[in-house]
């Protein structure tokens, strides 16, 4: 068996790929067939290709959402593989350690404080994502980037962070919160086309930086001291990790608010398909895209007419899957 | 002056201060054992010869030349390291953990080549681990997964080896299988330095032992001329005879 990637390879990781792309795809058509009628899957199929009479309901309403669902849920899985490599801990995910929220503190700040542009809700989301990281990273300075005190460290920041979201919003101007009540619960209902062009591009690229990092994370797994006497610049290496992974999560919480639990379960639920060593990205990118795709057609359809916000359905599931984590890790010591 | 050499070496953690004016050259294309008590400054010796340990003044000069103006990358073809703690991916084979090795060879494009492969080929097959290829590392005893670490230092094919207490987990078979290799390794031209805390071993295998102690070097050479009673009463503070090896040869201590 030889993969062209050198990496874990071979038959189980293609279909495992596969599938998951497959019941991805599956679950986005569902969900373009589902509004205040559902249209038939022919009805679907012929809007999205420009014909009959629902293409502009399809391709201008609906689809957007969809992509925006599959996209920044394949954001988010990257970026809670990339924490979870970092700190070799499947609990060391960004909606877990803090990150997630503090780019929301961002976001909600720069909305309340200036009127807010969306590059300006982006940049505010990253910055305070960094600045959350640094915080989190100065405090479990002792223990390094792995092990268990940087992620108890990180829950505290979270927990700290999200109150401080809630004073943010009850206090803000009665617009401002109104416009943030279902932002804050991490909604994508109503996303247009305008909405997703930056972050989509931004999510690109940074896609592609982390491709081209992919290879040093996974030497940089084998421990410190392998990873430096093989060749790899741990230093920059991590920042440039951090900055792409914190890059991925603001983003996408700068546009649909704080989504928990995608980060944290995709990477471990996608390396478990695909049967792969550690923790690798395009499996948790592809799981995570299906995972939010799935919330969010459950967040449509469970309280119909009324959609709910999809970071409600993430956390219920999610919540479920952290119990589960946390009881196997404490087993583990 | 070729090879590895340190040059007036302060090492510490903190406030702690490991060594000061520590020199050694390591012998080209020979076994070098280093020996001493717990906490005489041996693996922080040994970190600092492969960049994980900054020195606090001296240097370290791989063929004359700083190892902190070279290319990390550039070292890690020169110089291979087997630390005492690594962690190994949850799920990973032998063979993939084995191809790790081959990180500082390979550029950014994804081809895996010819030599690549080969190198991972005789890497397995030089430790013995060859029909462990498709297994699990979590599946593995304590032996064959340090064998398959070591597999994967190989797999960097490096002039020069280095191993910290490579021997410290195996039971004994285990440990002279290992240290056979480590000659089979020096004899196809390798250079080795390894850690070990069994003197007789060390003086065994080694062409030139360096005996440490409270983070000085106290004696160099040959394992005939630096085994001597009084050194180990010295370095270890154990009164002793030293008689020769029955099957090698070599000089054995036995304790009083």
Same mark, same amino acid.
């Given at each position: 068996?030889?993969?062209?990637?050198?990496?874990?390879?071979?038959?189980?990781?293609?279909?495992?790929?596969?599938?998951?792309?497959?019941?991805?795809?599956?679950?986005?058509?569902?969900?373009?067939?589902?509004?205040?009628?559902?249209?038939?899957?022919?009805?679907?199929?012929?809007?999205?290709?420009?014909?009959?009479?629902?293409?502009?309901?399809?391709?201008?309403?609906?689809?957007?959402?969809?992509?925006?669902?599959?996209?920044?849920?394949?954001?988010?899985?990257?970026?809670?593989?990339?924490?979870?490599?970092?700190?070799?801990?499947?609990?060391?995910?960004?909606?877990?350690?803090?990150?997630?929220?503090?780019?929301?503190?961002?976001?909600?700040?720069?909305?309340?404080?200036?009127?807010?542009?969306?590059?300006?809700?982006?940049?505010?989301?990253?910055?305070?994502?960094?600045?959350?990281?640094?915080?989190?990273?100065?405090?479990?300075?002792?223990? +390094?980037?792995?092990?268990?005190? $940087? #992620? !108890?460290? =990180?829950?505290?920041?979270? *927990?700290? @962070? %999200? /109150?401080?979201?809630?004073?943010?919003?009850?206090?803000?101007?009665?617009?401002?919160?109104?416009?943030?009540?279902?932002?804050?619960?991490?909604?994508?209902?109503?996303?247009?086309?305008?909405?997703?062009?930056?972050?989509?591009?931004?999510?690109?690229?940074?896609?592609?930086?982390?491709?081209?990092?992919?290879?040093?994370?996974?030497?940089?797994?084998?421990?410190?001291?392998?990873?430096?006497?093989?060749?790899?610049?741990? +230093?920059?290496?991590?920042?440039? $990790? #951090? !900055?792409? =992974?914190?890059?991925?999560? *603001?983003? @996408? %919480? /700068?546009?649909?608010?704080?989504?928990?639990?995608?980060?944290?379960?995709?990477?471990?639920?996608?390396?478990?398909?695909?049967?792969?060593?550690?923790?690798?990205?395009?499996?948790?990118?592809?799981?995570?895209?299906?995972?939010?795709?799935?919330?969010?057609?459950?967040?449509?359809?469970?309280?119909?007419?009324?959609?709910?916000?999809?970071?409600?359905?993430?956390?219920?599931?999610?919540?479920?899957?952290?119990?589960?984590?946390?009881?196997?890790?404490?087993?583990?010591? | 002056?070729?090879?590895?050499?340190?040059?007036?070496?302060?090492?510490?953690?903190?406030?702690?201060?490991?060594?000061?004016?520590?020199?050694?050259?390591?012998?080209?294309?020979?076994?070098?054992?280093?020996?001493?008590?717990?906490?005489?400054?041996?693996?922080?010796?040994?970190?600092?010869?492969?960049?994980?340990?900054?020195?606090?003044?001296?240097?370290?000069?791989?063929?004359?030349?700083?190892?902190?103006?070279?290319?990390?990358?550039?070292?890690?073809?020169?110089?291979?390291?087997?630390?005492?703690?690594?962690?190994?991916?949850?799920?990973?084979?032998?063979?993939?953990?084995?191809?790790?090795?081959?990180?500082?060879?390979?550029?950014?494009?994804?081809?895996?080549?010819?030599?690549?492969?080969?190198?991972?080929?005789?890497?397995?097959?030089?430790?013995?681990?060859?029909?462990?290829?498709?297994?699990?590392?979590?599946?593995?005893?304590?032996?064959?997964?340090?064998?398959?670490?070591?597999?994967?230092?190989?797999?960097?094919?490096?002039?020069?080896?280095?191993?910290?207490?490579?021997?410290?987990?195996?039971?004994?078979?285990?440990?002279?299988?290992?240290?056979?290799?480590?000659?089979?390794?020096?004899?196809?031209?390798?250079?080795?330095?390894?850690?070990?805390?069994?003197?007789?071993?060390?003086?065994?295998?080694?062409?030139?032992?360096?005996?440490?102690?409270?983070?000085?070097?106290?004696?160099?050479?040959?394992?005939?001329?630096?085994?001597?009673?009084?050194?180990?009463?010295?370095?270890?503070?154990?009164?002793?005879?030293?008689?020769?090896?029955?099957?090698?040869?070599?000089?054995?201590?036995?304790?009083?």
């Amino acid at each position: 068996m030889r993969s062209v990637l050198g990496q874990p390879g071979g038959p189980r990781l293609v279909v495992g790929c596969v599938g998951i792309v497959v019941t991805g795809l599956l679950v986005a058509f569902v969900t373009l067939m589902h509004g205040a009628t559902w249209s038939t899957p022919g009805e679907t199929l012929a809007g999205l290709l420009g014909h009959g009479e629902q293409t502009f309901v399809i391709t201008r309403w609906r689809a957007p959402q969809v992509s925006a669902a599959l996209v920044f849920g394949a954001a988010l899985g990257l970026s809670g593989a990339v924490f979870q490599n970092l700190t070799r801990n499947p609990l060391g995910s960004p909606d877990i350690i803090g990150l997630e929220a503090s780019a929301f503190t961002g976001a909600l700040v720069v909305t309340a404080c200036l009127s807010g542009t969306a590059a300006q809700v982006a940049t505010g989301s990253v910055v305070a994502g960094l600045a959350a990281a640094v915080v989190v990273y100065a405090l479990a300075r002792k223990g +390094g980037f792995s092990g268990m005190r $940087l #992620v !108890v460290i =990180g829950i505290a920041v979270n *927990a700290m @962070v %999200t /109150a401080t979201n809630q004073w943010l919003v009850i206090r803000a101007d009665l617009e401002v919160a109104m416009a943030t009540t279902a932002w804050s619960a991490g909604s994508l209902n109503g996303t247009d086309w305008h909405d997703v062009r930056l972050p989509f591009a931004l999510i690109a690229a940074l896609a592609v930086g982390l491709a081209l990092s992919a290879r040093t994370m996974h030497q940089a797994a084998l421990g410190d001291d392998l990873a430096t006497t093989s060749g790899v610049r741990l +230093g920059p290496h991590r920042l440039a $990790l #951090v !900055v792409l =992974g914190v890059g991925c999560t *603001a983003t @996408v %919480t /700068a546009v649909a608010g704080p989504i928990s639990f995608v980060a944290l379960a995709a990477p471990q639920i996608g390396r478990r398909i695909t049967g792969s060593a550690g923790v690798p990205l395009l499996p948790a990118a592809l799981t995570g895209a299906l995972l939010l795709a799935a919330s969010d057609l459950l967040a449509q359809t469970l309280t119909r007419p009324v959609p709910l916000p999809v970071g409600m359905i993430t956390t219920a599931v999610g919540g479920a899957y952290l119990i589960w984590l946390l009881v196997m890790e404490v087993r583990k010591r | 002056m070729t090879g590895l050499v340190a040059h007036d070496l302060t090492l510490g953690y903190g406030e702690r201060v490991v060594s000061t004016g520590l020199s050694l050259a390591v012998p080209p294309g020979r076994l070098t054992a280093v020996i001493g008590p717990n906490a005489c400054g041996k693996s922080t010796l040994l970190r600092a010869l492969v960049r994980l340990q900054e020195p606090r003044a001296g240097r370290v000069e791989l063929d004359g030349v700083d190892l902190r103006r070279l290319r990390p990358r550039e070292v890690a073809r020169r110089i291979g390291f087997l630390p005492q703690r690594m962690v190994a991916p949850e799920g990973i084979s032998v063979t993939h953990l084995v191809r790790r090795g081959r990180y500082p060879h390979r550029d950014w494009r994804l081809t895996w080549t010819d030599v690549d492969e080969a190198a991972v080929t005789r890497a397995l097959l030089d430790t013995g681990v060859e029909d462990l290829a498709s297994r699990r590392i979590e599946e593995l005893s304590g032996g064959q997964a340090q064998r398959v670490w070591l597999a994967m230092v190989l797999a960097q094919e490096t002039e020069l080896l280095l191993l910290d207490e490579p021997t410290t987990f195996l039971d004994l078979a285990h440990q002279y299988d290992l240290l056979r290799l480590l000659a089979r390794l020096r004899d196809a031209g390798r250079t080795v330095v390894v850690v070990l805390h069994d003197v007789n071993q060390a003086a065994r295998f080694a062409d030139h032992l360096v005996a440490m102690q409270a983070g000085r070097v106290v004696a160099a050479g040959a394992p005939a001329e630096v085994v001597t009673a009084d050194l180990v009463e010295q370095v270890f503070g154990l009164a002793c005879e030293v008689v020769p090896d029955p099957v090698a040869g070599s000089p054995m201590v036995v304790a009083h």
